[in-house]
Structure formats: C-alpha cells, structure tokens
C-alpha cells in the first residue's frame, strides 16, 4: 500500500503586521516493494512537484482582494518512505533531490546516519515478547546495543536471506537498524531574520506491541527576532 498526501497549510498565527503565519504539513506513505526504486523515486517527484504548486496556489490571495502575503514559519515532510540511509538497495533513493530541499535530522549524507540515529523497523518475529511487550521495556531495549541487534531489522547482507528472521543471529551488524520513518523540515521560504532550530528529536516507544515501527517526533522551534518566538 502507498499514499501520496496533498500537503496541509497551518495557520499558526498573525504577526504585528496582520500577516498571517502559516506552516506547511505533507504526510506519505510511499510503495513498499523491494527493488522498485524508481517507483518510490517517481513518487518523491511528485511530492515534491505537488507541494510547490500548493504552496504557490495557497498563498494567492482570492481574486480582487488585497491581503498582506503569508509568512512562512515551517515546511515539514513526514511519513514511512521505505527505504533507508544505510542500505546498499536503497542508494536511488537516498540521493534524491528531497535531501537537497529538505534536511533530515538523522542523516549525516547520502549512506550515513548520525551516530545517534535508530532504525524505525522492527523485526516481526519478535514483536509480542515480553522483552518489548510495553513502552518502558521497548526504550529499555532500544537503550542498549545488543537490544537492538536483537529486535530491529538490519539491512540484508550477502549472507543473508532479507526474509529470514533475525532474532538469535550473531552475525556482525552495522549501524543501528533500517530508519524508513523520516521528519524533514526545510527553511527555505523563512523571513531573512527568522531562524528555525530542531529542539528535540525522539524515537517513541508508546506503541509498543501495536506495530512494527518505532513512532518518531520532532519538535521545531522558530525564533521571529521578535521578543516572544
């Protein structure tokens, strides 16, 4: 299943000036095959073509009116892309021209995460053990090295079969799992004198046993140069 979402504008405010502030929200879901590269890179066009043209027809005011033009605050990408930063598989994907428009929290470059960064996919075998039964013993395990070898799917290597459990492997893995669920966020559109700063990533184990994803939030914050940002 895939979904390509028509972005949202959000009206968050209006400035000394009676300018609205609005914010921009696209959420997707992207073709999940293995192998069909160009279909998810097809799609990405799309969100990307998409999502100008909304954001240039939003901000047309309605014919013979004369409304102050809209101050951008945030632009904001989010959604399960199935693909990774880290497999050789996903190398198509992970050079598209998204990362250029939109920058990714985790991500040092193309093939690269931060140190810091988890994979979002876990492996279904192990889904309802009690080891990762709740949100406390989920972040337990997410929390420790050996945790995630165990319960996050890793990319496929030669040696072994990308369908095949992981759980009880020893083979040596790199990196800290498959991240497909992206937050991207773009500045580009902001004021000159505003600035837009990322005051927390988390990966969020509060649906623990509910799905086979590790849920993401970010939180942005966008200063004015105002007093109150």
């Not at 337990?140 to 995630?148: F, L, P, Q």
Request: one cysteine or more; charged letters at 25%; glycine letters at 8%.
């Amino acid at each position: 299943m895939s979904y390509l979402s028509a972005p949202l504008q959000v009206h968050v405010g209006t400035s000394h000036q009676e300018q609205r502030v609005v914010g921009y929200l696209t959420s997707t879901h992207l073709h999940a095959i293995e192998g069909d590269a160009s279909v998810r890179c097809e799609q990405l066009d799309l969100l990307l073509q998409w999502g100008t043209e909304f954001r240039r027809a939003s901000s047309q005011p309605p014919e013979g009116e004369k409304v102050l033009e809209d101050l951008v605050a945030f632009d904001v990408v989010l959604g399960d892309l199935n693909f990774d930063n880290c497999s050789s598989e996903d190398k198509l994907e992970q050079q598209h021209a998204l990362f250029t428009q939109y920058k990714d929290p985790c991500r040092l470059g193309p093939g690269e995460d931060k140190p810091w960064a988890l994979g979002t996919l876990l492996d279904p075998s192990g889904l309802y053990d009690d080891e990762v039964s709740s949100p406390e013993s989920l972040q337990k395990v997410m929390e420790n090295e050996e945790g995630r070898k165990e319960y996050l799917v890793f990319p496929p290597s030669k040696s072994q079969c990308p369908a095949s459990s992981q759980k009880g492997r020893k083979i040596p893995l790199k990196g800290n799992g498959r991240r497909i669920d992206y937050m991207l966020y773009s500045d580009e559109g902001l004021q000159p004198d505003w600035k837009l700063d990322i005051e927390e990533f988390s990966f969020v184990t509060q649906l623990a046993g509910l799905t086979d994803h590790l849920s993401v939030a970010m939180r942005l914050a966008v200063s004015t140069g105002e007093e109150e940002p």
